[in-house]
């Protein structure tokens, strides 16, 4: 498997891992939803409670209505049985309710103890259609019921001399329609609010992934680079001197193999804590106290490296040592590359508000400025200026007024820095 097959699992695997389950409140609306084609036992509740506390005292006597109890108990069931479904057709029922109260009117049927047939079926549909429907068509639909309603009313008000008719209708579904409003611009917030999580989510899982991708190639760019860059020079060494001195050119192998081999187990430390931070702490990524092991290596393949340490040294985060270490691996890189030069100088100045690393080398042996191959990959200084940025810090590189390249990297410091 490629290295980067085995990112984009790793990115996966954790970004499925990371991906944060849905608020309690949303799981539970998603299973209401799902139970809407069917009542529940609130919507069975609600119907029962309707007909037994609004018409049931009428059937056995307790209060009087008009008509027959036949009639009575027909109304009564034809109102509520409706609200079983009200969830699943709001607008329906709110219809069906507006016309059996006004066939209760024009049959001269009081089906509850009180004038216009007063219940809370009319106001419990108008609220299942407020908290259901759009605001308009919930709006609308109301007004004309309640217009149907007041019609219907003041008809029987005429036309029977026992009928009374006191427009309590309006006062219960105002309020019921506004309540159900409520209730559904509360849940459409909510809902907006979970979207937005749910974005913010995915787009901070987003950038989480390109900046991991981004950091591991970093990583491997700085890590073959730099051992590419040795292993070309070693070679043309053991090339040249193959015949003439043996000795030599078998040292430039075993100097080859050895940096090779130390290159493919970085490059497993690289991979491995990308996919399992922590996993193993023997392929940890190297910090401050590997850049003298990395000057050594350099001059071991010709470069005069000179390695100065300013300031005492303390105890920095991992990753901040680790930065410091491939900037002064790519820099030196680009010194072997590009700066026609067999002498540098590494500088790491410790201070208490900052940290700072200084690579130069002296150029072209003819004193000129020496000057980035424009053939390379561009990578180098890119990668070098997005690992400083990440701390806040300044990163310089150009040439010098006295001949050579020069970069410079300083990392401002605060308490969590320091052990």
């Not at 050895?258 to 187990?265: Q, Y």
Request: hydrophobic share 45%; with cysteine.
């Amino acid at each position: 498997m490629s290295s980067t097959s085995v990112l984009s699992a790793a990115s996966d695997g954790w970004a499925a891992a990371a991906r944060p389950e849905p608020p309690w409140h949303e799981r539970w609306m998603v299973r209401h939803r799902a139970g809407a084609a069917g009542p529940d036992a609130i919507d069975i509740a609600i119907a029962a409670g309707c007909f037994v506390l609004f018409t049931g005292p009428l059937l056995v006597g307790m209060t009087h209505g008009i008509g027959s109890t036949a009639e009575i108990a027909g109304f009564g069931v034809a109102a509520a049985v409706p609200l079983l479904v009200r969830r699943r057709w709001p607008l329906a029922v709110l219809i069906t309710v507006t016309v059996v109260l006004c066939a209760a009117f024009l049959a001269d049927v009081r089906f509850t103890p009180w004038v216009s047939n007063t219940g809370p079926v009319l106001g419990v549909a108008v609220l299942t259609l407020a908290d259901r429907r759009p605001r308009r068509e919930s709006l609308i639909a109301t007004g004309v019921a309640l217009m149907a309603l007041c019609i219907a009313g003041s008809f029987a008000f005429h036309a029977y001399s026992d009928q009374d008719q006191d427009f309590v209708q309006p006062l219960i579904a105002v309020p019921a329609w506004l309540l159900g409003d409520m209730f559904r611009t509360r849940r459409e917030y909510q809902r907006s609010l979970a979207a937005q999580e749910r974005q913010h989510a995915a787009e901070t899982e987003r950038r989480i992934r390109a900046e991991e991708r981004l950091r591991v190639s970093r990583d491997v760019h700085d890590l073959i680079s730099h051992t590419l860059s040795m292993v070309a020079v070693r070679s043309g060494v053991a090339r040249l001197l193959i015949d003439e001195n043996p000795e030599e050119a078998h040292r430039a192998l075993t100097t080859i193999e050895t940096a090779s081999r130390a290159a493919l187990r970085e490059l497993r430390g690289v991979l491995t804590q990308f996919r399992e931070p922590g996993w193993n702490d023997e392929l940890a990524e190297p910090g401050l106290a590997e850049v003298a092991g990395l000057v050594d290596g350099l001059r071991h393949d010709g470069l005069v490296v000179e390695y100065q340490v300013l300031g005492a040294p303390a105890e920095y985060p991992a990753l901040l040592q680790t930065t410091v270490y491939r900037i002064v691996q790519e820099a030196l890189t680009n010194v072997v590359k590009h700066a026609h030069t067999d002498r540098a100088r590494v500088e790491i100045r410790y201070a208490p508000a900052e940290l700072t690393a200084v690579i130069t080398d002296d150029g072209s042996p003819d004193g000129t400025p020496a000057e980035i191959d424009s053939g390379g990959s561009g990578l180098g200084l890119a990668g070098m200026r997005e690992r400083v940025s990440l701390f806040g810090g300044r990163f310089t590189a150009g040439p010098r007024g006295t001949g050579g390249f020069a970069v410079t990297a300083s990392f401002p410091l605060t308490e969590e820095h320091h052990a």
